[in-house]
């Protein structure tokens, strides 16, 4: 049973859209949700975080919120740049550590 | 700053053979991870080290895996005998606090 999960695979943006990619979790008992973007060959990077005591994080053209009662998280990238076009997982941690299957995000310029 | 470093980057193997990964965190970091992904799925935790001390290792599978970290800084994955599941990327990952910070992985195939 998946404690993170990612529903779509895959996503496509127009450059200088609004790209948006979620994530549901089913354990409460977390300390931090990361986003973390992966070119092909390389590790993941670590992108952003929400700790779970706030509802949204704010670092540039990247937002992240985080609604408890769903237990749902999504990642907003304002705007859109081609550049971004990358695998994106979220992942939990805490006393768990878990990813989900991750998004293939392109940004079609 | 010097990155979370691995090697191999990759490694192909028999069956049957035994084959180690390597892995030096970032200095400083006394949390050590090794994660197994698989094609199409994300990062899965195998065992995770404070210091030298393995806290977490519930979903390494004994039988034919180990791992060590000799004195809390680089740590060496081990399987033996791999098999044709084993074939996979193998990440390392070190932290301060809860940001982790990845390695390239190495990419294993077993034929």
């Known amino acids: 049973d998946q404690q993170v999960k990612q529903n779509s695979p895959s996503l496509s943006v127009q450059e200088g859209r609004i790209s948006i990619l979620n994530c549901d979790y089913t354990?409460?008992?977390?300390?931090?949700f990361l986003w973390y973007k992966k070119y092909p060959a390389e590790g993941p990077t670590f992108l952003i975080s929400?700790?779970?005591?706030?509802d949204k994080n704010e670092d540039g053209r990247f937002t992240v919120f985080l609604n408890k009662s769903a237990k749902h998280l999504s990642l907003h990238i304002v705007p859109s740049q081609p550049g971004d076009s990358a695998v994106y997982f979220c992942?939990?941690?805490?006393?768990?550590?878990?990813f989900g299957t991750g998004t293939s995000l392109t940004v079609i310029p | 700053e010097a990155g979370v470093v691995q090697s191999p980057r990759y490694k192909i193997i028999e069956k049957k053979q035994p084959v180690a990964f390597w892995c030096n965190p970032i200095?400083?970091?006394?949390?050590l991870y090794w994660y197994r992904q698989n094609l199409g799925q994300g990062p899965e935790l195998l065992i995770r080290?404070?210091?030298?001390?393995?806290?977490?290792d519930s979903q390494l599978p004994k039988d034919r895996f180990s791992a060590e970290r000799l004195k809390g800084v680089d740590s060496t994955l081990k399987i033996q005998p791999a098999e044709l599941g084993d074939s996979a990327v193998y990440l390392c990952?070190?932290?301060?606090?809860?940001?982790?910070?990845f390695g390239p992985g190495t990419r294993l195939t077993v034929t």
């Open positions: 992942g939990e941690t805490g006393n768990q550590f878990y």
């Open positions: 080290y404070e210091n030298e001390e393995a806290v977490d």
């Open positions: 200095s400083g970091h006394n949390t």
């Open positions: 354990n409460s008992m977390f300390d931090y």
């Open positions: 929400i700790s779970s005591i706030k």
């Open positions: 990952a070190s932290s301060l606090g809860y940001e982790q910070y």
